[in-house]
């Protein structure tokens, strides 16, 4: 029998779909481990394009009688799950500490950033209202409705693995479409719990479909016909190519890539304030979030201070597994990425910046297995450095200085990204022209992860988006509706 998710097995866990937990056909799988012990918790399936095609043929058949349910029945599923999720927001944070390896009061927030989107779609009886105009002309008039489309899909990344598939399905359900989900094949198992919470709320079989797997799955999806829409996140070059792809066979598409974020510190800034904000941008979630601080550029005399500070705060920060009260930094999700962020580094000290702190070695002798980064300082750094300009999605941190606000937002607008950016002064000029001109889509003004609640859009600029409507907020209303018009007369 296949299992969902709980005692750890070797077989694989299962698709779901159609309401029924099942196999996938395709033979390969992988382990999903425990970062911080390599323990095996499960196997995950690579599932094949027959699976893919499985789960939007039972989509496409839910689809119908889904959409013709009433807006507040649909709602009032969704406000059960909320109940559930807020019921199970412990274990499933646990679970995810488990899987991923951040802290458990990191997970636990992330489950909460997931239930507020759970608890927006809930409003999708008002949400999803048109607009009407009588008289357009004499004795006709205008209304505009909101119709949902069909079979939706949602290809997410492995740092965010209960909120970012949040950001879409319950807007794409919510609205009357179906949905199919492939979460990442690297920590797959604490999503397989909310597809269950979904189900015992109510939702009826085949509306919402969890398809396991990697490239060959994610392809599939791309490239299927009956697939009307696809929200992805995920690093930028892959963002791109599935953007290109799927909209190449007239698919609506949502592509969130990757970033490299800069904080910008005047010498007016209270420098403990800032320093403590800029700390945890940069080391919360060990470094894998799309909204890290990973570059601190400070201006003038601002430089020696919040290097002195910055240092300070990284060396004394603590190793070790998510569940331990002590721990103040989890481990990276796989060797393979610890061994990627340790080449950043080389790169680094081989194009000359100075390595402060350096975190290659890092270990924590009760979890010998674990895969850590330790957390790691690099020092006059230049935006043109590997460690600059590119994304490391580590706990690594490079200061570079500026002279003005002008060449800070040079060294901004030079790089390829443009997902968030912060400033801390405490000049409201400087910071409404930073806001006005810095170009990046997720902007904090002496705040460090500037991510929006779900009542807001989500989402970047330049190479780390590609799409016009952004995830979460009335954009997630947008994207998964088509606005009709209708004209009439009746003489
Ligand atoms: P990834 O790009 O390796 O994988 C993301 C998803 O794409 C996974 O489900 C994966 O199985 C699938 N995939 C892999 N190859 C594919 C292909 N060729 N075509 C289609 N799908 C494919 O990303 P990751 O390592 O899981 O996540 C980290 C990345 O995600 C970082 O770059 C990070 O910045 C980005 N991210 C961005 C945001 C945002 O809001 N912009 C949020 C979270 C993460």
Redesign the pocket.
């Known amino acids: 029998m296949p299992s969902m998710t709980s005692a750890a097995t070797d077989e694989p866990i299962a698709n779901f779909i159609g309401g029924e937990w099942l196999a996938a056909t395709g033979t390969d799988s992988l382990p999903v481990k425990d970062p911080s012990t390599d323990e095996v918790l499960h196997r995950v399936p690579l599932s094949s394009s027959a699976d893919v095609d499985r789960a939007v043929r039972a989509a496409r058949e839910a689809f119908p009688a889904w959409r013709e349910t009433p807006a507040v029945e649909r709602a009032r599923v969704l406000f059960r799950l909320k109940a559930l999720l807020e019921r199970h927001i412990d274990d499933l944070a646990e679970n995810m500490t488990r899987e991923h390896g951040k802290i458990v009061a990191e997970s636990k927030g992330e489950v909460r950033r997931g239930i507020e989107n759970v608890e927006h779609a809930c409003g999708i009886p008002t949400l999803m209202m048109g607009t009407t105009l009588e008289d357009v002309a004499s004795g006709i008039d205008c209304e505009s409705i909101r119709q949902p489309l069909g079979v939706f899909a949602g290809?997410?990344?492995?740092?965010?693995p209960v909120m970012?598939p949040l950001w879409f399905w319950p807007y794409a359900v919510a609205t009357g479409n179906t949905f199919v989900l492939?979460?990442?094949?690297?920590d797959p198992l604490t999503h397989q719990r909310i597809a269950q919470l979904a189900s015992d709320a109510g939702l009826p079989p085949g509306v919402l479909n969890v398809v396991h797997?990697?490239?060959t799955?994610?392809?599939a999806i791309?490239d299927h016909p009956d697939i009307v829409g696809i929200s992805?996140?995920?690093?930028?070059d892959?963002?791109r190519?599935?953007y290109a792809r799927a909209a190449a066979s007239g698919k609506r598409v949502q592509a969130?890539?990757?970033?490299k974020n800069h904080m910008v510190v005047f010498p007016d800034a209270d420098y403990d304030r800032a320093s403590e904000t800029v700390l945890s941008s940069i080391f919360g979630s060990t470094g894998?979030?799309?909204?890290a601080g990973s570059v601190v550029v400070s201006i003038d005399e601002a430089y020696e201070p919040m290097r002195e500070r910055v240092l300070a705060g990284a060396a004394d920060l603590t190793l070790g597994h998510g569940l331990d009260p002590d721990t103040d930094m989890g481990p990276v999700i796989s060797e393979r990425h610890a061994a990627r962020i340790r080449r950043f580094i080389d790169r680094g000290v081989q194009e000359g910046a100075k390595l402060l702190l350096d975190g290659r070695d890092a270990s924590v002798p009760s979890y010998p297995k674990g895969h850590w980064a330790g957390p790691t300082v690099f020092d006059n750094v230049e935006p043109t450095m590997a460690v600059g300009g590119e994304?490391i999605?580590g706990p690594v941190v490079s200061l570079t200085r500026a002279a003005s606000l002008e060449q800070a937002l040079d060294i901004i607008h030079a790089n390829r990204y443009g997902?968030a950016t912060s400033i801390f002064t405490t000049s409201g000029k400087t910071a409404r022209e930073f806001r006005y001109r810095a170009g990046i889509s997720m902007i904090g003004v002496n705040i460090g992860v500037v991510a929006p609640m779900a009542f807001f859009p989500?989402?970047?600029s330049r190479g780390?988006?590609y799409g016009d409507l952004k995830?979460q907020g009335h954009d997630a209303i947008e994207f998964f509706t088509d606005k009709r018009v209708v004209i009439s007369t009746w003489r």
């Not at 969130?256 to 970033?259: R, V």
């Not at 894998?288 to 909204?291: I, N, P």
Request: proline share 4%; with cysteine; net charge negative.
């Open positions: 290809i997410t990344p492995y740092n965010f970012i492939k979460p990442s094949e690297q797997g990697d490239r799955a994610a392809d791309v992805f996140v995920g690093s930028s892959i963002a190519t599935v969130l890539g990757g970033a894998q979030r799309c909204l994304e999605f997902n989500f989402g970047g780390s988006f995830a």
